[in-house]
């Protein structure tokens, strides 16, 4: 079984490593170009691609344009029988036609629900309960394969986006391989999608993150968790921009927006009800716990946040 696998991010690793432990070592990996990452902006790899060369991969892919047809004759020429991706950019039919036995995808949420670049923080944001993956072979339409195997987890309360992440991405390297083991014994099952039941999840953008404070409590608490620690919740005090990473639901009323209190703890009143604010942050300066950041910012009970 000839495996290419194209992946980039910390989401994908687990899935590589999987596949690599259960005998379907990829022939090739498909990863983003090396970047500038982090403060000191040094040139670094993917994830991907320091897993891939751990692992002994050497054949490596880049693309900087996934529809240049060079990058299709490159795939072609590996003879393919399965492409596996997880988080990768959208590819065109030119690419994962040349396997043999099929493309698949894997996707974080339980489709059709949560199509699209962000289902993780969209379900968080829309409070559910319970998530999962579901892998399916590609189709020139985004997100609307024919299902292979789809696989349930929970949600808590007050878990974050990026802690559902992490999670996800574990649970995801078990339905990779489970995916590429049904395919190369010949058992894979699919069913169609139903396409009345899908739900969108775009790409978030900045102006999204803000919070609505007119909302219920829950509707805020569920927010911020959604966005964090990615891109992160944000609220507007005077002109300064604070980043709200980690809330809890509280008692109080008051008008939405208004800090209830700000002695040893950030309370802040909503549409109806109140969060408690746990962990935020101020521009170029750290995350901090609500009683540390109040010793150094200067934010009393009636100040307005959101305006």
Same mark, same amino acid.
């Given at each position: 079984?000839?495996?290419?696998?194209?992946? /980039?991010?910390?989401?994908?690793?687990?899935?590589?490593?999987?596949?690599?432990?259960?005998?379907?070592?990829?022939?090739?990996?498909?990863?983003?170009?090396?970047?500038?990452?982090?403060?000191?902006?040094?040139?670094?790899? /993917?994830?991907?691609?320091?897993?891939?060369?751990?692992?002994?991969?050497?054949?490596?892919?880049?693309?900087?344009?996934?529809?240049?047809?060079?990058?299709?004759?490159?795939?072609?020429?590996?003879?393919?029988?399965?492409?596996?991706?997880?988080?990768?950019?959208?590819?065109?039919?030119?690419?994962?036609?040349?396997?043999?036995?099929?493309?698949?995808?894997?996707?974080?949420?339980?489709?059709?629900?949560?199509?699209?670049?962000?289902?993780?923080?969209?379900?968080?944001?829309?409070?559910?309960?319970?998530?999962?993956?579901?892998?399916?072979?590609?189709? =020139?339409?985004?997100? /609307?394969?024919?299902?292979?195997?789809?696989?349930?987890?929970?949600?808590?309360? #007050?878990?974050?986006?990026?802690?559902?992440?992490?999670?996800?991405?574990?649970?995801?390297?078990?339905?990779?391989?489970?995916?590429?083991?049904?395919?190369?014994?010949?058992?894979?099952?699919?069913?169609?999608? @139903?396409?009345?039941?899908?739900?969108?999840?775009?790409?978030?953008?900045?102006? @999204?993150?803000?919070?609505?404070?007119?909302?219920?409590?829950?509707?805020?608490? #569920?927010?911020?968790?959604?966005?964090? =620690?990615?891109?992160?919740?944000?609220?507007?005090?005077?002109? /300064?921009?604070?980043?709200?990473?980690?809330?809890?639901?509280?008692?109080?009323?008051?008008?939405?927006?208004?800090?209830?209190?700000?002695?040893?703890?950030?309370?802040?009143?909503?549409?109806?009800?109140?969060?408690?604010?746990?962990?935020?942050?101020?521009?170029?300066?750290?995350?901090?716990?609500?009683?540390?950041?109040? #010793?150094?910012?200067?934010?009393?009970?009636?100040?307005?946040?959101?305006?």
């Amino acid at each position: 079984m000839r495996v290419v696998f194209m992946g /980039t991010p910390e989401f994908a690793v687990p899935s590589l490593t999987a596949l690599v432990d259960a005998g379907y070592p990829p022939v090739a990996v498909a990863t983003g170009p090396d970047r500038p990452r982090g403060r000191g902006q040094e040139v670094t790899p /993917t994830p991907v691609k320091e897993t891939a060369q751990a692992a002994g991969i050497d054949r490596i892919l880049q693309p900087e344009d996934v529809t240049d047809p060079s990058f299709a004759a490159a795939v072609a020429e590996l003879e393919p029988d399965v492409i596996a991706v997880v988080a990768y950019k959208i590819l065109p039919p030119e690419v994962f036609a040349a396997a043999s036995e099929g493309a698949f995808n894997l996707h974080g949420a339980l489709l059709p629900k949560y199509r699209g670049a962000a289902p993780i923080n969209h379900a968080v944001m829309a409070g559910e309960s319970t998530t999962g993956v579901t892998t399916f072979f590609l189709e =020139p339409s985004v997100d /609307t394969g024919d299902i292979i195997l789809q696989k349930e987890m929970s949600i808590g309360p #007050n878990e974050t986006a990026g802690e559902v992440h992490d999670r996800m991405a574990e649970l995801g390297a078990e339905a990779v391989v489970e995916t590429v083991r049904q395919i190369d014994a010949g058992t894979v099952e699919t069913r169609p999608q @139903d396409d009345e039941k899908a739900t969108p999840a775009p790409k978030i953008h900045d102006e @999204d993150g803000e919070i609505p404070w007119d909302a219920s409590a829950e509707a805020v608490h #569920n927010h911020v968790r959604g966005l964090s =620690p990615y891109p992160g919740a944000w609220t507007l005090h005077d002109d /300064t921009r604070l980043k709200i990473y980690r809330t809890r639901r509280a008692e109080g009323t008051g008008a939405p927006g208004t800090v209830l209190d700000a002695d040893g703890r950030l309370l802040v009143a909503c549409g109806t009800g109140a969060v408690e604010v746990v962990v935020l942050q101020q521009p170029g300066r750290q995350r901090l716990d609500a009683a540390d950041f109040l #010793n150094g910012y200067a934010l009393s009970e009636g100040d307005r946040l959101g305006e």
